[in-house]
């Protein structure tokens, strides 16, 4: 079976613009989770979606925004983007919306901000 | 503020040996704790879980205990290996939070030969 997939792999982009981020959640999956990795620390949360509905959003800003597909993969879409975005960006799946819920990780797209 | 800490930053293991990596966390609401591994350019990989009405649980290799008196959560590696060696995050998700897991800074396990 497929775990969670994510792309693409890697990113370079520049101040100001803007990037969007694909996952694609693990078969029979329907709550996918964004996550933010800065170097050397742990994941910190973005948004969770499930069925297409946003169920939780983490402490980031307007310029971070993200959507669930009827196919339930998902994207992360971040805008003006600043230096301190640069970070390894983890999708997770998980069966079910609000039980604690075991959720799988995708490798995660790195993206760098010059 | 809140949050799920962890005691050290590196652990260094003889390959063989029992491991030992500890998390404090000071949340008495949360009720669903998860240890991931997560290796160098990878996204975390879920080892073991645990609910706060337990206080142990075993997997291969793996024990995860819970001491809700102290808030203490331990992920025990039985005969470490070289394959063991990785960033290890505990993780928490508290009553009301949905599914957001809060994580820690994580443990560098280093297994030597």
């Known amino acids: 079976d497929a775990g969670v997939t994510q792309s693409p792999t890697h990113l370079i982009k520049t101040r100001g613009q803007h990037v969007t981020l694909r996952c694609s959640p693990i078969?029979?999956?329907?709550?996918v989770s964004w996550y933010q990795q800065v170097l050397g620390q742990g994941p910190q949360f973005i948004f969770q979606?499930?069925?297409?509905?946003?169920?939780g959003r983490g402490n980031f800003p307007d310029r971070f925004s993200a959507r669930q597909f009827p196919n339930y993969s998902s994207e992360l879409n971040v805008n003006a983007l600043l230096l301190g975005d640069s970070a390894l960006y983890l999708c997770?799946?998980?069966?079910?919306?609000?039980?604690?819920?075991?959720?799988?990780f995708g490798p995660g797209t790195r993206l760098t901000v010059l | 503020g809140e949050s799920v800490g962890l005691h050290l930053p590196t652990l260094s293991v003889q390959e063989g040996d029992n491991s030992i990596i500890n998390c404090a966390y000071s949340?008495?609401?949360?009720?669903?704790f998860i240890w991931y591994k997560q290796e160098s350019g990878k996204g975390p990989q879920f080892i073991i879980d645990?609910?706060?009405?337990?206080d142990k649980r075993q997997g291969q290799r793996v024990t995860v205990l819970l001491n809700k008196t102290v808030k203490h959560l331990s992920l025990q590696i039985a005969a470490t290996q070289p394959g063991d060696s990785a960033v290890y995050f505990c993780?928490?998700?508290?009553?009301?939070?949905?599914?957001?897991?809060?994580f820690g800074t994580g443990t560098q396990l280093k297994v030597e030969l």
């Open positions: 997770a799946s998980s069966l079910q919306q609000n039980l604690p819920d075991t959720q799988y």
């Open positions: 078969s029979g999956h329907k709550s």
């Open positions: 979606y499930y069925e297409k509905e946003e169920r």
């Open positions: 949340n008495s609401a949360s009720d669903y």
């Open positions: 645990i609910r706060s009405n337990m």
């Open positions: 993780a928490e998700i508290r009553q009301g939070g949905g599914n957001k897991l809060t």
